[in-house]
């Protein structure tokens, strides 16, 4: 009997967790910048500082939300977190880090914003977001 009742736990869990991933985006009241980020990344520590300076000014625009998945724990948070956010599909399969991804309000994936790019340049891509969204 409990073998029973662990397997049709299992296949509810297996079922809704299915269900979830294949979930589609939900409309938001503000556009998205996701930042996926880890303790241990070298691209995040580099992202982060010029990000923070490319955010001022769109503190009201734009929803900005902070993913860590440093860790097992963490990262499983982290997927309630986008389950929540109407994006799934961010934190399915291989997940890399150190970069930003821009969603508008439907919850469509825009744009994304890296490491490697200039202040001016991050904030050119939240203006495009911004403007997009209104």
Do not use: Y
Request: aromatic residues 10%; proline residues 3%.
């Amino acid at each position: 009997m409990k073998c029973l009742i662990t397997i049709i736990f299992s296949f509810a869990v297996f079922f809704n967790s299915n269900l979830a991933w294949s979930a589609g985006p939900t409309k938001s009241a503000e556009p998205m910048a996701v930042f996926i980020a880890a303790d241990w990344c070298a691209n995040c520590k580099v992202l982060e500082p010029k990000l923070h300076d490319a955010l001022k000014g769109f503190e009201h625009k734009i929803n900005f939300v902070n993913i860590d998945v440093t860790d097992d724990r963490r990262f499983f948070q982290s997927k309630q977190v986008v389950f929540k956010l109407g994006v799934p599909k961010l934190l399915k399969g291989s997940v890399s880090v150190g970069w930003v991804a821009l969603f508008d309000r439907n919850g469509n994936q825009v744009g994304k914003i890296m490491q490697d790019m200039s202040v001016d340049e991050m904030k050119q891509a939240l203006q495009t977001l911004s403007a997009k969204s209104i």
